[in-house]
């Protein structure tokens, strides 16, 4: 509206002012009506620039955090089964897909295991909590998350009330499970996990308790 009255009131102030000083003071005013309407498609601009780089650096941060955390929950879980292998993709890949029975055989869960599995579970809450706040994960991701911080939680509660081996192996088949479903459905998590894995696990102590 502003833009159609500041052409109509140039355009007339051109064509039908009685004289230089009218003429002046109408394009002036239809000048004004003309940047208005500009200011505010600035301003939306702007704004618009700053919320896209502001959720790039916030979907990153999260992407960073999460691939730490789930390089080191894999590292925990490795050492929990007793596995000394040298970290590779395909080691991994058949670890993951390894049954209770498998696992209850191979389990030793140490204080100092349990104590970085508190801390993992502790970020996770954390970074799920952002993400309520920000909406950057979608609800598969969500969902998936939630379920690995539940069955850590569960892990944790069965070593501190009953420890029993059999239900304990149970949780971490689950856990791993839910790894797998991560990086499946998260196809930049599994390519991060990847590059870290190559590079000899350098983010895997980032956030390890000592």
Same mark, same amino acid.
């Given at each position: 509206? @502003?833009?159609?009255?500041?052409?109509?009131?140039?355009?007339?102030?051109?064509? *039908?002012?009685?004289?230089? *000083?009218?003429?002046?003071? %109408?394009?002036? %005013?239809?000048?004004?009506?003309?940047?208005?309407?500009?200011?505010?498609?600035?301003?939306?601009?702007? *704004?618009?620039? %700053?919320?896209?780089?502001?959720?790039?650096?916030?979907?990153?941060?999260?992407?960073?955090?999460?691939?730490?955390?789930?390089?080191?929950?894999?590292?925990?879980?490795?050492?929990?089964?007793?596995?000394?292998? +040298?970290?590779?993709?395909?080691?991994?890949?058949?670890?993951?897909?390894?049954?209770?029975?498998?696992?209850?055989?191979?389990? +030793?869960?140490?204080?100092?295991?349990?104590?970085?599995?508190?801390?993992?579970? #502790?970020?996770?809450?954390?970074?799920?909590?952002?993400?309520?706040?920000? #909406?950057?994960?979608?609800?598969?991701?969500?969902?998936?998350?939630?379920?690995?911080?539940?069955?850590? @939680?569960?892990?944790?509660?069965?070593?501190?009330?009953?420890?029993?081996?059999?239900?304990?192996? +149970?949780?971490?088949?689950?856990? $791993?499970?839910?790894?797998?479903?991560?990086?499946?459905?998260?196809?930049?998590?599994?390519?991060?996990?990847?590059?870290?894995?190559?590079?000899?696990?350098?983010?895997?102590?980032? $956030?390890?308790?000592?």
């Amino acid at each position: 509206m @502003s833009i159609a009255g500041g052409i109509i009131l140039y355009t007339g102030a051109i064509d *039908n002012a009685p004289n230089a *000083n009218i003429r002046d003071l %109408v394009i002036n %005013v239809s000048a004004s009506l003309l940047s208005i309407p500009l200011v505010f498609l600035l301003y939306d601009y702007t *704004n618009y620039r %700053v919320s896209s780089q502001m959720k790039r650096t916030l979907v990153n941060s999260m992407s960073d955090k999460l691939n730490t955390l789930i390089l080191n929950l894999i590292v925990a879980l490795r050492e929990s089964m007793g596995v000394r292998s +040298k970290l590779n993709l395909d080691g991994l890949n058949k670890m993951l897909t390894w049954r209770a029975d498998e696992i209850s055989r191979r389990l +030793k869960l140490t204080a100092r295991i349990i104590d970085n599995l508190h801390t993992y579970h #502790n970020d996770l809450d954390t970074l799920l909590y952002r993400n309520g706040q920000t #909406n950057i994960l979608d609800s598969d991701q969500t969902q998936i998350l939630f379920a690995l911080a539940r069955d850590i @939680s569960r892990l944790i509660n069965e070593n501190k009330f009953h420890k029993r081996r059999r239900v304990s192996a +149970k949780y971490i088949e689950n856990i $791993m499970s839910h790894i797998l479903d991560w990086l499946d459905i998260d196809s930049v998590a599994a390519l991060n996990l990847a590059h870290h894995i190559s590079d000899g696990q350098q983010g895997a102590t980032s $956030m390890q308790k000592k």
